[in-house]
Every structure is written in C-alpha cells, then in structure tokens.
Nanobody
Framework: QVQLVESGGASVQAGGSLRLSCAAS????????MGWFRQVPGKEREGVAA????????SYTNSVKGRFTVSLNNAKNTMYLQMNSLKPEDTGMYYC????????????????????WGQGTQVTVSS
C-alpha cells in the first residue's frame, strides 16, 4: 500500500529557505512520477514541481522556477523540495503525490493525474 509522509513545513520570513521531505513507502516507485502541490483555503490545489523516479527528469510551475528545486534520494524513496527566496505567496499546505506514468515525458504537475497523496505539511511565509 502506497504511503507518502511529508515533513519540513514551518513558518519563515520572506527571503528565507525551507526543505520539505516526502518519505514514500509500501510500493516500488519505479516508473512513477512524484510531485509537490500546494493549496490555500478557498483555492484549487496547484502543482509546484514534479520528478520522474527513474531518470530524475523535472518540471516546475513558472512561479517557482529558479527558486525551488525538486530532487530524489532513490535509495531512500524520499523526495525533497528545496525552497529558496520564499515569498508570502508561497504560503500553503504542501502535499506530495505519486502515480504510475510509463514515460518520463508524461510526468507533470496536474493534480488530477495523481492518485496517491500524503497528508500535507504547512508552509507559512510572512512578509
């Protein structure tokens, strides 16, 4: 059974950094795309970054390019999101998700493509 557990959320000031972790267990993640998403109350869940487990191919939403980096430790089945130069608009509940995608070019940040989700970790950025 797939289990995803996020950690690392905190309250920080604008311009600061955080690293989120997503520990995955219960399944093989080969041929999986893993992604980071965020949501604030009253808004739809937004894709932030994604990475293909087998080859590390990444994709990002435009608002975080150059500031956020998604990475994997394949041996530990753990995905990370390094967030630098944080802005108040980065505030939200951050979720990790995974699903099977046969090819790395299919890996994307559309929430509807993912079937397995963690419980979320809160990131608050104050100005």
């Amino acid at each position: 059974q797939v289990q995803l557990v996020e950690s690392g959320g905190a309250s920080v000031q604008a311009g600061g950094s955080l690293r989120l972790s997503c520990a995955a267990s219960g399944s093989s993640y080969s041929s999986n795309c893993m992604g980071w998403f965020r949501q604030v109350p009253g808004k739809e869940r937004e894709g932030v970054a994604a990475i293909y487990f087998d080859d590390g191919l990444t994709s990002y939403t435009n608002s975080v390019k150059g500031r956020f980096t998604v990475s994997l430790n394949n041996a530990k089945n753990t995905m990370y999101l390094q967030m630098n130069s944080l802005k108040p608009e980065d505030t939200g509940m951050y979720y990790c998700a995974s699903d099977l995608m046969r090819h790395s070019f299919q890996c994307n940040t559309r929430p509807e493509e993912y079937g397995y989700w963690g419980q979320g970790t809160q990131v608050t950025v104050s100005s």
